[in-house]
Protein backbone atom coordinates (compact mmCIF):
# COMPACT_ATOMS: atom_id res chain seq x y z
CA UNK A 1 0.00 0.00 0.00
CA UNK A 2 3.28 2.48 0.74
CA UNK A 3 5.50 2.84 -2.23
CA UNK A 4 9.09 2.35 -0.83
CA UNK A 5 10.63 6.23 -1.67
CA UNK A 6 10.23 9.87 -1.16
CA UNK A 7 9.08 11.79 1.92
CA UNK A 8 6.54 10.62 4.60
CA UNK A 9 4.30 12.91 6.70
CA UNK A 10 3.57 11.08 10.21
CA UNK A 11 0.41 13.03 11.43
CA UNK A 12 -0.16 12.22 14.86
CA UNK A 13 3.09 10.58 15.38
CA UNK A 14 2.79 9.80 19.44
CA UNK A 15 6.09 8.04 19.90
CA UNK A 16 6.93 6.75 16.77
CA UNK A 17 6.16 3.10 17.02
CA UNK A 18 4.76 2.92 13.35
CA UNK A 19 7.18 5.79 12.38
CA UNK A 20 9.96 4.22 12.96
CA UNK A 21 8.51 1.08 11.12
CA UNK A 22 8.34 2.53 8.11
CA UNK A 23 11.16 5.14 8.14
CA UNK A 24 13.73 2.95 6.56
CA UNK A 25 11.03 2.86 3.20
CA UNK A 26 11.95 6.53 2.78
CA UNK A 27 14.54 9.27 2.44
CA UNK A 28 13.14 11.84 4.48
CA UNK A 29 10.42 11.13 7.02
CA UNK A 30 8.60 14.19 8.82
CA UNK A 31 6.89 12.93 12.57
CA UNK A 32 4.58 15.95 13.36
CA UNK A 33 2.45 15.70 16.91
CA UNK A 34 1.16 18.27 19.32
CA UNK A 35 2.04 16.55 22.70
CA UNK A 36 5.72 17.53 24.13
CA UNK A 37 5.43 14.69 25.92
CA UNK A 38 5.05 12.11 22.68
CA UNK A 39 7.84 13.87 21.08
CA UNK A 40 9.98 13.27 24.02
CA UNK A 41 9.03 10.01 23.90
CA UNK A 42 9.89 9.76 20.12
CA UNK A 43 13.11 11.45 20.38
CA UNK A 44 14.42 8.81 22.78
CA UNK A 45 13.10 5.89 20.51
CA UNK A 46 14.83 7.42 17.80
CA UNK A 47 18.23 7.90 20.10
CA UNK A 48 17.51 4.39 21.35
CA UNK A 49 16.96 2.78 17.48
CA UNK A 50 19.19 5.39 15.91
CA UNK A 51 17.25 6.04 13.20
CA UNK A 52 18.52 9.19 11.72
CA UNK A 53 15.90 10.09 9.05
CA UNK A 54 12.99 11.18 10.55
CA UNK A 55 12.58 15.08 11.86
CA UNK A 56 10.30 15.49 14.79
CA UNK A 57 8.11 18.37 14.59
CA UNK A 58 5.37 20.09 16.86
CA UNK A 59 2.07 20.88 15.20
CA UNK A 60 -1.28 19.75 14.69
CA UNK A 61 -3.28 17.96 11.79
CA UNK A 62 -5.11 21.05 11.07
CA UNK A 63 -2.08 22.95 10.93
CA UNK A 64 1.70 21.34 9.83
CA UNK A 65 4.73 23.06 11.01
CA UNK A 66 6.00 25.67 8.04
CA UNK A 67 9.08 23.40 7.70
CA UNK A 68 7.57 20.63 5.75
CA UNK A 69 8.20 21.33 2.28
CA UNK A 70 6.13 18.95 0.62
CA UNK A 71 5.29 15.27 0.72
CA UNK A 72 4.69 12.49 -1.01
CA UNK A 73 3.03 10.07 1.32
CA UNK A 74 0.55 11.77 4.33
CA UNK A 75 0.07 9.28 7.52
CA UNK A 76 -3.01 10.01 9.71
CA UNK A 77 -3.54 6.58 11.60
CA UNK A 78 -5.68 6.79 14.70
CA UNK A 79 -5.66 10.33 14.82
CA UNK A 80 -9.05 11.16 13.12
CA UNK A 81 -11.22 10.17 16.50
CA UNK A 82 -10.74 13.34 17.61
CA UNK A 83 -11.19 15.55 14.97
CA UNK A 84 -14.77 16.43 14.33
CA UNK A 85 -15.92 16.87 10.61
CA UNK A 86 -14.95 20.56 10.45
CA UNK A 87 -11.39 19.90 11.79
CA UNK A 88 -10.79 16.55 9.63
CA UNK A 89 -11.99 19.02 6.79
CA UNK A 90 -9.18 21.62 7.44
CA UNK A 91 -6.88 18.37 7.62
CA UNK A 92 -7.69 17.61 4.33
CA UNK A 93 -6.95 21.44 3.07
CA UNK A 94 -2.95 21.15 4.84
CA UNK A 95 -3.04 17.86 3.58
CA UNK A 96 -3.50 19.47 -0.41
CA UNK A 97 -0.85 22.21 0.52
CA UNK A 98 2.14 19.62 1.13
CA UNK A 99 1.16 17.02 -0.82
CA UNK A 100 3.11 16.02 -3.96
CA UNK A 101 2.13 15.35 -7.11
CA UNK A 102 0.66 11.76 -7.43
CA UNK A 103 0.95 11.55 -3.38
CA UNK A 104 -0.87 9.86 -1.62
CA UNK A 105 -3.34 9.84 2.16
CA UNK A 106 -3.61 7.48 3.98
CA UNK A 107 -6.63 7.92 7.20
CA UNK A 108 -5.76 5.02 9.11
CA UNK A 109 -8.28 3.38 11.39
CA UNK A 110 -11.58 5.04 11.28
CA UNK A 111 -14.02 4.28 13.65
CA UNK A 112 -17.09 2.97 11.51
CA UNK A 113 -20.44 5.02 12.59
CA UNK A 114 -22.14 1.95 10.53
CA UNK A 115 -21.05 -0.55 12.86
CA UNK A 116 -20.51 1.25 16.06
CA UNK A 117 -23.69 -1.03 17.75
CA UNK A 118 -20.73 -4.00 17.10
CA UNK A 119 -18.14 -1.98 19.57
CA UNK A 120 -21.19 -0.89 21.60
CA UNK A 121 -22.91 -4.09 22.09
CA UNK A 122 -20.50 -7.17 21.54
CA UNK A 123 -22.47 -8.56 18.78
CA UNK A 124 -20.06 -11.18 18.10
CA UNK A 125 -19.99 -12.42 21.58
CA UNK A 126 -22.68 -15.29 21.54
CA UNK A 127 -26.23 -15.70 21.83
CA UNK A 128 -26.60 -16.73 25.17
CA UNK A 129 -28.42 -14.34 27.91
CA UNK A 130 -28.77 -11.65 24.94
CA UNK A 131 -31.20 -9.80 25.80
CA UNK A 132 -29.98 -9.18 29.61
CA UNK A 133 -26.34 -8.52 28.54
CA UNK A 134 -28.08 -6.14 25.83
CA UNK A 135 -30.36 -4.32 28.54
CA UNK A 136 -27.04 -3.95 30.94
CA UNK A 137 -24.80 -2.61 27.92
CA UNK A 138 -27.40 -0.49 26.77
CA UNK A 139 -27.82 1.29 30.89
CA UNK A 140 -23.94 1.17 31.01
CA UNK A 141 -23.53 3.39 27.48
CA UNK A 142 -26.49 5.31 28.81
CA UNK A 143 -24.55 6.42 31.93
CA UNK A 144 -20.92 7.06 30.62
CA UNK A 145 -22.49 9.09 27.60
CA UNK A 146 -24.30 11.03 30.26
CA UNK A 147 -20.96 11.42 32.03
CA UNK A 148 -19.19 12.46 29.06
CA UNK A 149 -21.45 14.81 28.40
CA UNK A 150 -21.09 16.75 31.67
CA UNK A 151 -17.24 16.17 31.79
CA UNK A 152 -17.12 17.23 27.97
CA UNK A 153 -14.94 14.04 27.35
CA UNK A 154 -15.00 12.97 23.49
CA UNK A 155 -13.40 9.75 24.61
CA UNK A 156 -16.27 9.13 26.81
CA UNK A 157 -16.90 5.64 25.22
CA UNK A 158 -13.11 4.72 25.02
CA UNK A 159 -13.15 6.12 20.84
CA UNK A 160 -14.06 9.57 20.24
CA UNK A 161 -15.87 10.62 16.88
CA UNK A 162 -16.94 7.83 14.65
CA UNK A 163 -17.30 8.21 11.17
CA UNK A 164 -19.49 7.20 7.88
CA UNK A 165 -17.30 5.93 4.92
CA UNK A 166 -19.79 8.89 3.40
CA UNK A 167 -18.40 11.56 5.86
CA UNK A 168 -14.94 10.61 5.08
CA UNK A 169 -15.54 10.78 0.91
CA UNK A 170 -17.81 14.14 1.25
CA UNK A 171 -15.01 15.99 2.67
CA UNK A 172 -12.04 14.30 0.29
CA UNK A 173 -14.48 15.30 -2.73
CA UNK A 174 -14.72 18.90 -0.80
CA UNK A 175 -10.89 19.13 -0.57
CA UNK A 176 -10.18 17.55 -3.89
CA UNK A 177 -9.53 14.01 -3.45
CA UNK A 178 -11.01 10.94 -4.27
CA UNK A 179 -11.24 7.83 -2.04
CA UNK A 180 -11.23 4.17 -1.63
CA UNK A 181 -11.97 2.26 1.55
CA UNK A 182 -10.00 -0.81 3.19
CA UNK A 183 -11.12 -2.73 6.11
CA UNK A 184 -8.92 -3.07 9.07
CA UNK A 185 -7.70 -6.78 9.46
CA UNK A 186 -7.42 -6.56 13.14
CA UNK A 187 -11.02 -4.57 14.31
CA UNK A 188 -14.60 -5.34 12.65
CA UNK A 189 -15.20 -1.57 13.66
CA UNK A 190 -12.67 0.34 11.79
CA UNK A 191 -11.61 1.52 8.28
CA UNK A 192 -9.20 3.09 6.27
CA UNK A 193 -9.17 5.59 3.62
CA UNK A 194 -6.70 6.54 0.62
CA UNK A 195 -7.08 9.65 -1.01
CA UNK A 196 -5.56 10.82 -4.21
CA UNK A 197 -5.56 14.33 -6.18
CA UNK A 198 -8.81 13.94 -8.46
CA UNK A 199 -6.41 13.61 -11.80
CA UNK A 200 -8.17 16.97 -12.91
CA UNK A 201 -6.54 18.78 -9.74
CA UNK A 202 -3.52 16.55 -9.41
CA UNK A 203 -1.36 19.33 -9.03
CA UNK A 204 0.23 18.90 -5.78
CA UNK A 205 1.63 21.33 -3.36
CA UNK A 206 2.63 25.18 -4.05
CA UNK A 207 5.97 25.77 -5.21
Not at 178 to 202: G, I, K, M, Q, T
Amino acid sequence: MFPCSGTLLDVGCGSCQITTYLAPRFEQVYAVDFSESMLAAARQRLDNLSVTNIQLLSGTAQKFPVAISGADIILTCAVIQYLTYAEFSQHLQECRRVLNRGGLICVGLVPDAARKKTYYYGYFTGDRFRRLRLLRSWINITRRRAKGYLLNDLRWDGIGNWFYQADIENAAVEAGFEVEFRNSWFSEYRFHALLRPRPELDYGHLD
